[in-house]
């Protein structure tokens, strides 16, 4: 029949189709599965790409895919099995946060006025003026425990100094995690949800020690007290760092000292790593594969390297719970944990491999860690510098064979630079696109300032560690401070550099999406085609030229209300707006600096105001804005309502306002106090020929786990 002669057809040239595709890909089958956390990172992100929840169903469709890919794949059908592990692997990663958020507490309804509020003390953290406090299961007033912790700074005059454990009492002021800054910013709400912290607040009075010695999380108690030991050391700046070294806590480190090293592009040794970790389970493993070799008896029956190995990784875990588990170090000491395996039954295992099962690890522990710059820098950098090791290795042992004295240190110091160079190459994309800047002398920084910490720096500290319960740790601790001092010299020297930091554009969602996988695809695969992903990665880079930024941003409480003009951003701030907010605002756009709306001085290109109002047309073709702005009443006064009347015949195509606006243009949409009260920041476009675009933070994030409910009126919440 002819139907059947067709089908039989079609199905010969499919099974040519996919004969082809399995002989192309046949050099790289060992690379195939290295691309299944790659979709197991893809359904993360599909999971907190989306507008609503999705239900509980979705938690059942990656079983019969996995399933049905091993079977594939016992029975020999290889190329049938990888895109259903693919799509089977996609499917977990979909699932897997969807199931974390299902078991997590809703987030807290704090009350908005003063509380007595008492907990356990979980964590302590040094500021730079006084404490900040994690408090688990906190009451508020006496009534039940809360099924979310609390974070709380303590009256910087406090003499009470808590240590984890601690049941305490004060009287504090609450509020729940921050709204984004602007729709589309770094969502604060969704990274408590998934941390399980229900809000943060400040001490209006001392606090009271109600009881001690309960039982506090793990290594909470000693990571409190090393830092106190070592910044009572080392005072300042160089034992804030040297405390954040060994402890992880970066909350005491001056922001003059923070800014230097992130200018510089030194940040990440603040942030304890893969490079911290190495050199404390490097330094553990020499010490007792020396310490095999000093016992004769023991050393010829057994192999050192064997012996050793298991005892530095105990102490890379040790030091993992030391500094609080953070997602590089969990990456990182999912890798040492392989390597020491590979040891252990003579295989490589610092590969591509170690790296995929470490990022499935971390993801499936914390799937809302992928959305984060620690996380896609870390593995970034990592999978970049595997990849080039790789690249190079036949390179560097032909340089490093070859005769001549000089050959080895030069391998070692082109190391160095690859290294620094490959990792600044592969994090720049994560940085454009969280923090807008580029570090331009980064490379040079980090080869005078990782030896400083590798062979100096980090040494000294774990000896420092070592004599605590000695009560002598201030002789290693005065050498550590040495260099942290002289890293500190070159972060500062480095960051006044001309250009040392450029603000740019923020990277665009997509763009850091294409970079990524552009990345991702040239270190993966081995052939040739692997050179597509470099105008991938370089599409990435330049999406921020394709981007249109909003021309008018409102914050949360209205307090704030930018506008971007021709020649720079002008804001209109009352009193209490939010410096951070306008931070972040000035970072999206890619400016550095903002002018203050102020009256009586001339406005620049696009602005024309009056006391009553200014009108804001960016674009000399495009629709205006009009911003309203309240007359000052006079002292004990009322302020009179803001009408939106006496301004409909002035041709603006929205009203904007600080203040709620009472009645309505017809036809003229609005932004007031009370829009941002129920929906979020706003964010404004004002394109020519266009009608006026408004997007609020509700409708961009959507009705998810962590975005709260529309407030209610105080009439209505009472019944």
Same mark, same amino acid.
């Given at each position: 029949?002819?139907?059947?002669?067709?089908?039989?057809?079609?199905?010969?040239?499919? /099974?040519?189709? #996919? =004969?082809?595709?399995? !002989? @192309?890909?046949?050099?790289?089958?060992q +690379? &195939? *599965?290295?691309? $299944?956390?790659?979709?197991?990172?893809?359904g993360?992100?599909?999971?907190?790409?989306?507008?609503?929840?999705?239900?509980?169903?979705?938690?059942?469709?990656?079983?019969?895919?996995?399933l049905?890919?091993?079977?594939l794949g016992?029975?020999?059908?290889?190329?049938?099995?990888?895109?259903?592990?693919? /799509?089977?692997m #996609? =499917?977990?990663?979909? !699932? @897997?946060?969807?199931?974390?958020?299902? +078991? &997590? *507490?809703?987030? $807290?309804?704090l009350?908005?006025?003063?509380?007595i509020?008492e907990?356990?003390?979980?964590?302590?953290?040094?500021?730079?003026?006084?404490l900040?406090v994690?408090?688990?299961?906190?009451?508020?007033?006496?009534?039940?425990?809360?099924?979310?912790?609390?974070?709380?700074?303590?009256?910087?005059?406090d003499?009470?100094?808590?240590?984890?454990?601690?049941?305490i009492r004060?009287?504090?002021?609450? +509020?729940? *995690?921050s709204?984004?800054?602007?729709?589309?910013?770094?969502?604060?709400?969704?990274e408590?949800?998934f941390k399980?912290?229900?809000?943060?607040?400040?001490?209006?009075?001392?606090?009271?020690?109600l009881?001690?010695?309960?039982?506090?999380?793990?290594?909470?108690?000693?990571?409190?007290?090393?830092?106190?030991?070592?910044?009572?050391?080392?005072?300042?700046?160089?034992?804030?760092?040297?405390?954040?070294?060994?402890?992880?806590?970066?909350?005491?480190?001056?922001?003059?000292d923070?800014?230097?090293?992130?200018?510089?592009?030194?940040?990440?040794?603040?942030?304890?790593?893969?490079?911290?970790?190495?050199?404390?389970?490097?330094?553990?493993?020499?010490?007792?594969?020396?310490?095999?070799?000093?016992?004769?008896?023991l050393?010829?029956?057994?192999?050192?390297?064997?012996?050793?190995?298991?005892?530095?990784?105990?102490?890379?875990?040790?030091?993992?719970?030391?500094t609080?588990?953070?997602?590089?170090?969990?990456?990182?000491?999912a890798?040492?944990?392989?390597?020491?395996?590979?040891?252990?039954?003579g295989?490589?295992?610092?590969?591509?491999?170690?790296?995929?099962v470490?990022v499935?690890?971390?993801?499936?522990?914390?799937p809302?860690?992928?959305?984060?710059?620690?996380?896609?820098?870390?593995?970034a950098?990592?999978?970049?510098?595997?990849?080039?090791?790789?690249?190079?290795?036949?390179?560097?042992?032909?340089?490093?064979a070859?005769p001549?004295?000089?050959?080895?240190?030069?391998?070692?110091?082109?190391?160095?630079?690859?290294?620094?160079l490959?990792?600044?190459?592969?994090?720049?994309?994560?940085?454009?696109?969280?923090?807008?800047?580029?570090?331009?002398?980064?490379?040079?920084?980090?080869?005078?300032?990782?030896?400083?910490t590798?062979?100096?720096?980090?040494?000294?500290?774990?000896?420092?560690?070592?004599?605590?319960?000695?009560?002598?740790?201030?002789?290693a601790?005065?050498?550590?401070?040495?260099?942290?001092?002289?890293?500190?010299?070159?972060?500062?020297?480095v960051?006044?550099?001309?250009?040392?930091a450029?603000?740019?554009?923020?990277?665009?969602?997509?763009?850091?999406?294409?970079?990524?996988?552009?990345l991702?695809?040239?270190?993966?695969?081995?052939?040739?085609?692997?050179?597509?992903?470099?105008?991938?990665l370089?599409?990435?880079?330049?999406?921020?030229a394709?981007?249109?930024?909003?021309?008018?941003?409102?914050?949360a409480?209205?307090k704030?209300i930018?506008?971007?003009t021709p020649?720079?951003?002008?804001?209109?701030?009352?009193?209490?707006?939010?410096?951070f907010?306008?931070?972040?605002?000035?970072?999206?756009?890619?400016e550095d600096?903002?002018?203050t709306l102020?009256?009586?001085?001339?406005?620049?290109?696009?602005?024309?105001?009056?006391?009553?109002?200014?009108?804001?047309?960016?674009?000399?073709?495009?629709?205006?804005?009009?911003?309203?702005?309240?007359?000052?009443?006079?002292?004990?006064?009322?302020?009179?309502?803001?009408?939106?009347?006496?301004?409909?015949?002035?041709?603006?195509a929205?009203?904007?306002?600080?203040?709620?606006?009472?009645?309505r243009?017809?036809?003229?949409?609005?932004?007031d106090?009370?829009?941002?009260?129920?929906?979020g920041?706003?964010?404004?476009?004002?394109?020519?020929?266009?009608a006026?675009r408004?997007?609020?933070?509700?409708a961009?994030?959507?009705?998810?786990?962590?975005?709260?409910?529309?407030?209610?009126?105080?009439a209505?919440?009472?019944?």
């Amino acid at each position: 029949m002819p139907v059947l002669r067709g089908f039989a057809a079609s199905w010969r040239r499919g /099974a040519l189709l #996919a =004969a082809r595709l399995e !002989a @192309l890909l046949a050099p790289e089958w060992q +690379r &195939l *599965p290295l691309w $299944l956390p790659v979709a197991l990172g893809a359904g993360v992100l599909a999971y907190f790409a989306g507008r609503a929840e999705p239900g509980r169903g979705w938690l059942w469709l990656p079983w019969p895919l996995l399933l049905l890919a091993v079977l594939l794949g016992w029975r020999g059908r290889r190329m049938a099995a990888w895109p259903v592990a693919l /799509a089977g692997m #996609a =499917a977990l990663g979909f !699932a @897997l946060p969807l199931w974390h958020a299902g +078991r &997590l *507490p809703p987030p $807290l309804d704090l009350p908005s006025r003063a509380v007595i509020l008492e907990g356990q003390v979980d964590a302590v953290e040094a500021l730079p003026q006084g404490l900040r406090v994690t408090l688990a299961a906190p009451r508020l007033d006496g009534a039940e425990p809360l099924p979310r912790w609390l974070r709380v700074r303590l009256r910087a005059n406090d003499p009470l100094r808590p240590i984890p454990g601690d049941r305490i009492r004060l009287r504090a002021l609450l +509020r729940a *995690p921050s709204a984004p800054a602007y729709p589309g910013a770094w969502d604060f709400q969704r990274e408590a949800f998934f941390k399980g912290q229900g809000g943060s607040g400040f001490a209006l009075g001392p606090a009271e020690r109600l009881a001690e010695s309960g039982a506090p999380q793990p290594f909470a108690a000693l990571r409190a007290g090393i830092e106190q030991r070592v910044m009572a050391a080392l005072p300042g700046g160089a034992g804030a760092i040297s405390a954040a070294l060994l402890t992880g806590g970066q909350s005491a480190i001056p922001p003059a000292d923070i800014v230097a090293m992130r200018d510089s592009g030194l940040a990440h040794l603040l942030s304890v790593s893969g490079l911290h970790i190495a050199i404390v389970m490097g330094l553990g493993f020499g010490v007792l594969r020396f310490g095999v070799a000093l016992w004769p008896w023991l050393a010829l029956r057994m192999e050192g390297t064997r012996l050793a190995a298991p005892g530095s990784l105990a102490l890379g875990g040790a030091y993992l719970l030391l500094t609080g588990a953070q997602v590089p170090m969990q990456r990182s000491f999912a890798m040492a944990a392989l390597v020491t395996l590979g040891l252990l039954v003579g295989r490589r295992a610092l590969s591509l491999r170690a790296l995929a099962v470490a990022v499935a690890v971390v993801l499936a522990f914390n799937p809302a860690s992928l959305l984060g710059p620690s996380f896609q820098m870390s593995f970034a950098a990592v999978l970049v510098l595997i990849a080039g090791a790789e690249a190079m290795a036949p390179w560097l042992a032909r340089l490093r064979a070859a005769p001549g004295w000089w050959r080895r240190p030069a391998v070692l110091l082109l190391g160095m630079l690859a290294t620094s160079l490959l990792a600044g190459i592969a994090t720049t994309p994560y940085g454009l696109h969280h923090f807008g800047r580029l570090q331009l002398y980064g490379v040079v920084a980090n080869m005078v300032a990782v030896p400083l910490t590798s062979f100096l720096v980090m040494p000294a500290g774990l000896v420092a560690l070592a004599l605590m319960p000695l009560g002598l740790e201030a002789w290693a601790l005065a050498p550590m401070g040495w260099g942290v001092e002289a890293v500190l010299l070159v972060a500062r020297g480095v960051a006044a550099w001309p250009g040392a930091a450029l603000q740019a554009t923020p990277m665009p969602g997509w763009g850091l999406l294409l970079a990524s996988a552009g990345l991702v695809w040239l270190c993966l695969w081995r052939a040739r085609w692997r050179l597509l992903g470099l105008p991938m990665l370089a599409a990435g880079l330049a999406s921020g030229a394709f981007v249109t930024p909003p021309d008018l941003l409102v914050s949360a409480d209205a307090k704030l209300i930018a506008l971007r003009t021709p020649a720079g951003v002008v804001v209109q701030k009352a009193s209490g707006g939010s410096t951070f907010v306008r931070d972040a605002w000035l970072r999206g756009w890619g400016e550095d600096e903002a002018d203050t709306l102020r009256d009586g001085e001339a406005a620049p290109p696009g602005l024309d105001c009056t006391p009553q109002a200014c009108r804001f047309q960016p674009y000399p073709e495009g629709p205006a804005a009009l911003l309203l702005r309240a007359p000052k009443p006079r002292r004990n006064e009322t302020a009179p309502p803001l009408l939106a009347a006496p301004h409909c015949a002035t041709g603006a195509a929205l009203l904007v306002a600080a203040e709620p606006i009472r009645g309505r243009c017809p036809g003229t949409p609005w932004v007031d106090r009370f829009s941002v009260w129920r929906d979020g920041p706003h964010a404004v476009w004002l394109r020519p020929g266009e009608a006026p675009r408004v997007v609020s933070d509700r409708a961009w994030r959507g009705a998810r786990p962590w975005v709260p409910p529309p407030p209610r009126p105080r009439a209505f919440a009472a019944q």
